[in-house]
């Protein structure tokens, strides 16, 4: 017996977290008729998992905690009635042509075969494994990635060990290393190979330093061993070339290692339709209304690029969604040209990589190495800010105005530059 | 009496660097890029506060703990204690958003960050 169901929507949302939830909150309020699917048992995504507060300040003006955040977004979805399926699993994407996309999904009521004019990808990121940080030696039970520890703690109360190292100081690694703490638990260290923290300056001032959590900046973890459960780590001190210096290694005893070697845009079912993607961020090249190089096909929030704060990613996703109106009143998004935006000094990334010149755009950067007492730069429009300091792990936000972004020819271009640069 | 020292703002994403120094006259406070950063100063090096959080478990709900935030940040020598009165509380759904579920610790409350809904 097949029990195939046929739907026809103008959106289609994929994947439930804080991106996609807004994304199909605006669509849904611009008369766009929308669905939302999200492949976990509850909408929500990480933010569910982040009881620790710092979301919201942008978004909301307030702080709240991740929890909190999200259940904002409830309840706008139920106060304007966003219809969504949870357990609802996206098996592949095609593309007929220009105004019709199929997306063909595994549901508990069967398979469901939805046609749309537009796609909003929001399905997130994936953690970084032991496998692309190259850390050798045995696979004994103890090793988890900083979400899956957190998912264990926060969501099912279960506490993943007691002597523990984490391996990279991104926000979710220290974030973990003080719920660690505060259950009790020893860390021992937090193992860092480039010469700085990886997370925002606050979080390793409130997470590691109130609780006496050693940071090892320059420091990698070679192996792992244990026979059952874990054991032990070698760590080894590493030079400017992150290559292992001779002699400094040394053994640190724990149960657990937990991985927090930063996240990757999950763009599984993109790439299987041969999108462009920008290897800078991981994530599709995008225009300035995050359309990806397969017209209607929208992306948005950490599938995109890793963003440092859910409120950017619930931006990115009603910008994608203002994206997919526009497209389907205009039969595609209008622009008389895209002009690129190119990366200058001490820029490592930039989003969106496109713009027309014709719409206010917010461009999300990311520089390269930390500076202090900086300007950051777009020398074609004119547009010149202050930085008091710049942090990898801190995104640069600009607003560009339409006018401004008028003055553009062929191309704009980011860039930082210390006060006293001269070129 | 005269300190001079520096502190990470904890306030928001900016993580401003804040040059403090004390001294009789009292104390004073660079770098800050917004009013929040001098009272975070002020605070920090008199008496630090912190919120705390963490999950409690609950009975017959639709996920198994309930997430809790301090209702006000509590002084930082404060939040094992905080710890210990959270640590064997086991509560039974449903649970509201904002539902104060533990009273009087450190002068401050604990209250839900989660909806819990019973288990269908």
Redesign the interface.
């Known amino acids: 017996m097949s029990n195939l169901i046929e739907e026809r929507y103008d959106v289609v949302v994929i994947g439930g977290g804080p991106a996609g939830i807004a994304a199909a909150i605006r669509a849904t309020e611009l008369g766009l008729k929308t669905i939302l699917l999200e492949n976990r048992d509850v909408l929500g995504g990480i933010p569910l998992q982040c009881v620790h507060p710092g979301f919201g300040l942008h978004y909301f003006k307030e702080d709240l905690t991740g929890t909190q955040f999200i259940h904002r977004f409830f309840e706008r979805m139920e106060k304007i009635g966003v219809e969504y399926i949870t357990s609802a699993h996206v098996h592949s994407i095609e593309y007929r042509d220009y105004m019709e996309k199929v997306v063909n999904v595994i549901t508990r009521k069967g398979v469901l075969r939805i046609y749309s004019k537009t796609i909003i990808y929001t399905v997130g990121a994936r953690e970084r494994t032991l496998f692309e940080i190259g850390v050798v030696g045995d696979r004994p039970d103890g090793i988890y990635t900083a979400g899956e520890a957190q998912t264990m703690m926060d969501i099912y109360g279960v506490l993943p060990g007691k002597d523990v190292v984490i391996i990279g100081s991104g926000d979710v690694g220290l974030i973990m290393a003080r719920r660690f703490a505060l259950e009790g638990a020893r860390v021992k260290a937090v193992i860092e190979i480039m010469p700085y923290p990886g997370g925002l300056m606050r979080n390793v001032v409130q997470c590691l330093r109130d609780f006496n959590i050693p940071l090892l900046l320059s420091h990698a973890v070679i192996s792992i061993a244990g026979k059952k459960r874990v054991e032990k780590v070698t760590v080894v001190k590493v030079d400017e070339g992150f290559r292992p210096i001779p002699g400094t290694e040394f053994e640190i005893a724990c149960d657990t290692v937990v991985i927090a070697a930063g996240l990757r845009p999950n763009i599984d079912l993109l790439e299987r339709l041969s999108i462009a993607i920008d290897p800078a961020t991981g994530g599709p090249m995008v225009n300035e209304l995050l359309e990806t190089s397969i017209p209607g096909i929208f992306v948005a929030g950490n599938a995109l690029v890793i963003n440092d704060l859910a409120d950017y990613v619930v931006e990115q996703g009603e910008k994608a969604a203002e994206g997919a109106k526009i497209f389907i009143e205009n039969s595609g998004i209008p622009a008389e040209e895209w002009k690129p935006v190119k990366r200058g000094r001490n820029i490592r990334l930039a989003i969106p990589h496109y713009i027309s010149g014709e719409r206010s755009v917010t461009i999300l950067a990311r520089v390269a190495k930390p500076e202090q007492r900086v300007f950051v730069e777009v020398p074609e429009v004119g547009y010149k800010t202050f930085h008091m300091a710049v942090r990898p792990a801190e995104m640069i936000r600009l607003d560009l105005s339409k006018d401004a972004l008028s003055k553009a020819e062929k191309s704009v271009t980011i860039e930082v530059k210390p006060i006293a640069y001269r070129a | 009496m005269h300190t001079e020292l520096e502190?990470?703002?904890?306030?928001?994403?900016?993580?401003?660097?804040l040059k403090v120094s004390i001294s009789d006259a009292g104390i004073d406070v660079r770098?800050n890029?917004c009013t929040k950063g001098v009272e975070y100063a002020k605070q920090e090096v008199t008496n630090p506060v912190?919120?705390?959080?963490?999950?409690?478990?609950v009975r017959g709900g639709?996920?198994?703990?309930v997430?809790?935030?301090t209702s006000k940040p509590v002084p930082?020598n404060c939040?094992e204690r905080v710890?210990e009165a959270t640590a064997y509380v086991e509560l039974e759904a449903p649970i509201e958003?904002g539902q104060v579920v533990i009273k009087d610790v450190c002068g401050t409350s604990l209250v839900a960050?989660?909806?819990v809904r019973k288990a269908t």
């Open positions: 502190l990470t703002c904890i306030l928001c994403p900016m993580s401003c660097t770098g890029q912190r919120h705390v959080m963490t999950v409690v478990r639709d996920i198994p703990t997430s809790l935030i930082k939040i710890m958003l960050t989660r909806r």
